[in-house]
């Protein structure tokens, strides 16, 4: 079936486009018999209003960009969901962009969410973005007059609205919780260490192991790339000294780094205790069950998205922009050995 305009419908009953189009958005403005018979029609023909035409009319996309830099990583999986969620409660839908973290890639999908694609943008900077320190296309957003929040990677250099993860807290507490179940060699495994992320954990690991009197080696941080043979790596972390503890900084890579163990001949975790970051199916299901520090994904989400809604309906608003610090949890399960 040929998709029906307004203007057939206008035909059909001999009236302007715009007496139509007023019936089909049940405006009081035309006589009830008529707007019925018309209302009728269109869904006999199954009328779709244009969105695109509507969206002009009214100066807005209801849609929220989303830009993210992994979607293999299961925590901005988690943050989708919450976005989703509350973009789906305000009326909005969200269109979602992987930078594959590439600034060129990051720059190429602002500029086409800037050319009033979307009504707001929610964005975690490339690694390449952080490592670069390259913000114009964010500010230039900004100058435009498009609502911004910044979540998880964020830069200093951006005055906006952000959400982000108690990083630093994130990589001490775990670093503490290995030394209360007896750990004294803790391996570091990051696949994010030129990112902010990787850095604050970073630092809150190194305080962890001062705090407790265990010396930092710089040969127990491992920090590899996707080119990397990340066998090889902890191969030959294993071989230069007795690894009690190790930290995956994602789920992927720590669910790997469970694997690579177990096949060296490792007991998981009497010999080796592991915990990773991020919540997320695979750590619950393998065996033994990982202990993970949750961010608490869906949570961001939620906030961002609602933070992001707020600045979109109340243009005016003058309210300082802020930035939200949400907390982590340490879930213990079985690669972790009992606290003495």
Known sequence: ?????????????????????KAV????????????????YAKEHRYK????AVNLLKKSSKALGVV???ILNYFFVQVLYGIEKVADEHGYTIVTCISNESYKKETK???????GTVDGLIVSLSEETQRKHKVQELQSIIDNGIPLVLFDRVSELIDCDKVVVDDFEAGYKTVKHFVNIGCKNIAFVSPIGKSSVGKLRLEGYKKGLEESNLEFDPKLIIDFTEKDDLELLL?????????????????????????IVKKRGYNVPQDISIIGFTNGQLSKYVSPSLSMVSQHGKYIGETAAKMLIERIENPGLKTPFETKVVKTSLLIRD??????
């Open 1 to 21: 079936m040929k998709k029906i305009t307004l203007k057939d419908i206008a035909i059909h009953f001999g009236v302007s486009i715009s007496t139509v189009s």
């Open 25 to 40: 958005h049940d405006s009081h403005e035309i006589s009830k018999p008529l707007k019925l018979k018309i209302r009728q």
């Open 49 to 52: 209003p244009n969105k695109m």
């Open 68 to 70: 993210v830099p992994d």
């Open 109 to 115: 999908t602002l500029d086409l969410l800037d050319a």
């Open 235 to 259: 191969s030959f972390l294993l071989n230069y000294k007795t690894i009690d503890g190790i930290m995956g900084l994602d789920e992927l890579t720590t669910v790997k780094i469970l694997n």
């Open 335 to 340: 690669s972790t050995k009992k606290a003495m």
